[in-house]
């Protein structure tokens, strides 16, 4: 069992930087491919990416790393826009597009205004 818990969302302006970080229980964290999706209000759950693969929405503005001492995935997001804002959500195990996971986050509010 994996519990996962996002924190670091917020509001911030156009152009702003913002990271996420996503801690884990359990002794297993580093097992697991980690990723990190979004949703923004009216829409569809979004697959943001995972080290090393990024949707083409973030690609060059995002990235996700992990620290697997602190049993973190953290997601720093630059450059941001309002179209950014969306509830961020960690996940796992996902290796990639098309991944289902077993273990989601409850969210963190992301809102980017113009």
């Known amino acids: 069992q994996v519990q996962l818990v996002e924190s670091g969302g917020g509001l911030v302006q156009a152009g702003g930087s913002l990271r996420l970080s996503c801690a884990a229980s359990?002794?297993?964290?580093?097992?697991?491919?980690m990723a990190w999706f979004r949703q923004a209000a009216g829409k569809e759950r979004e697959f943001v990416g995972v080290i090393r693969w990024y949707a083409d929405s973030v690609k060059g503005r995002f990235t996700i790393s992990r620290d697997n001492a602190k049993n973190t995935v953290y997601l720093q997001m630059n450059n941001l826009k309002p179209e950014d804002t969306a509830v961020y959500y960690c996940?796992?195990?996902?290796?990639?597009?098309?991944?289902?996971?077993?273990?989601w986050g409850q969210g963190t509010q992301v809102t980017v205004s113009s």
């Open positions: 996940a796992a195990p996902c290796s990639g597009y098309g991944c289902d996971p077993d273990y």
């Open positions: 359990g002794r297993t964290f580093s097992r697991y491919a």
